[in-house]
């Protein structure tokens, strides 16, 4: 590749990021589709699996969502008996979100189905450019970090 200069950089980021998200939001969307779910529901179940039980207010700070289309998304889920909300007991304005049993175990039958399928996808990348591409990642994100910005998970925090 040439040498290209800060602006055509900027530009050839941006539109590999827009690419990458998109057919990762194409490819996971037909597995959440499958148990009923939209992508917005799903990474709130999947959040709160993993963070474990939260508060509205956190959850959606961490998603980047306003706590007022997370509290709709949230009311929907518990609807359907996946998740519960519950006012704090020392201070009423405070909502904590937790998983159904019923969730978790939907969640673990997501998790599997995902890993057989499109994980299988990425075995054929060698050793070697999972580790260029994470190391690549990663620099990029530490170069695009603005203060007081998530930091996102690193490879010692997904194993």
């Avoid at 009311?75 to 998983?99: A, F, Y």
């Avoid at 998790?111 to 990642?137: K, M």
């Avoid at 998970?153 to 194993?159: E, V």
């Amino acid at each position: 590749m040439d040498v290209i200069d800060a602006k055509e950089f900027k530009f050839i980021v941006e539109m590999l990021l827009h690419s990458i998200s998109n057919r990762m939001q194409i490819c996971l969307r037909q597995f959440y589709v499958t148990f009923g779910l939209s992508t917005p529901q799903a990474m709130v179940l999947l959040y709160v699996r993993h963070c474990g039980r939260g508060k509205i207010t956190e959850v959606a700070h961490n998603l980047h969502m306003t706590n007022s289309n997370l509290s709709t998304i949230c009311r929907r889920l518990e609807r359907e008996g996946l998740l519960t909300r519950t006012r704090d007991d020392m201070d009423q304005r405070i909502v904590w979100i937790s998983l159904t049993e019923s969730c978790q175990q939907r969640l673990q039958q997501l998790e599997d189905q995902i890993d057989t399928q499109y994980l299988n996808n990425l075995s054929s990348v060698s050793a070697r450019d999972r580790e260029t591409i994470l190391n690549g990642l990663l620099k990029l994100n530490e170069v695009l970090k603005l203060d007081g910005s998530p930091d996102g998970p690193t490879p010692q925090s997904q194993a």
